[in-house]
């Protein structure tokens, strides 16, 4: 398992001295891109080839927030492999070697250029170490369904430049943080999960909509044209 250490600092952190939500996802993509990057064979033909892993789901499972000045590490492997997509479960545990927050995601091969999804050679999979789903672990669909026309505007923005990752669309952390910004309560959650159906880029404009259904906040980020680009729930597991 590749992990890397991180100590929780002010810029990690909310008012309460507790995780922020966007750091956390921030952890989870800066050891995903790390773990990547020590994929010698795997990153030379992603980067010969123009492709890139693009996320697709993401569920997050959070039994303890890391607190200001506590140490964590970040842990990940790649499960499920095979030439199209693949999985990755992603931990923070802390020095006790708890794991306080699980989680999953899922990711596609995809051309830089045409966003076309993109098949792998069978021997470069060989290279990325495919370990085994994590059974204690509640894999949840990645399909995110809610009951259709009880959306309710709530917000709209348009995408800045701050916005924008190195692959010219919006950085998957942002859509969490449009959620939560989108309305001035504080909801009560321990999980999260995210679907991404099509990326937003500089200027677009973004529209929020909120569903709430059987305990769960459900966002629904559509473009101008009413597409759904993006669903967020938050909701609490026991």
Do not use: W
Request: charged share 25%.
């Amino acid at each position: 398992m590749y992990n890397i250490e991180l100590l929780i600092s002010n810029s990690h952190v909310d008012n309460n001295g507790e995780m922020k939500e966007t750091a956390i996802i921030n952890a989870l993509q800066d050891v995903e891109g790390m773990h990547i990057l020590s994929l010698k064979e795997f990153t030379k033909y992603l980067m010969d080839n123009n492709l890139g892993v693009f996320l697709l789901y993401r569920q997050i499972d959070i039994l303890k927030k890391p607190k200001f000045g506590e140490k964590v590490f970040v842990a990940t492997y790649p499960y499920n492999t095979n030439i199209l997509s693949g999985y990755r479960h992603i931990y923070l545990v802390n020095e006790k070697g708890e794991k306080i927050i699980k989680t999953n995601a899922f990711g596609a091969y995809v051309n830089l250029e045409t966003y076309i999804p993109n098949r792998l050679p069978k021997e470069i999979l060989k290279t990325i170490g495919d370990g085994l789903a994590d059974e204690t672990f509640e894999h949840l669909p990645r399909k995110i369904k809610y009951q259709t026309g009880t959306e309710k505007y709530i917000d709209q923005l348009q995408i800045k430049k701050s916005h924008i990752d190195r692959y010219h669309h919006v950085n998957n952390a942002h859509y969490i943080t449009f959620a939560l910004d989108s309305i001035d309560e504080d909801i009560s959650f321990n999980r999260i999960r995210a679907e991404y159906m099509k990326s937003f880029q500089l200027g677009d404009l973004v529209k929020i909509y909120l569903i709430e259904e059987d305990g769960k906040y459900i966002f629904v980020l559509k473009n101008k044209e009413d597409e759904n680009c993006a669903i967020v729930e938050f909701s609490t597991f026991q």
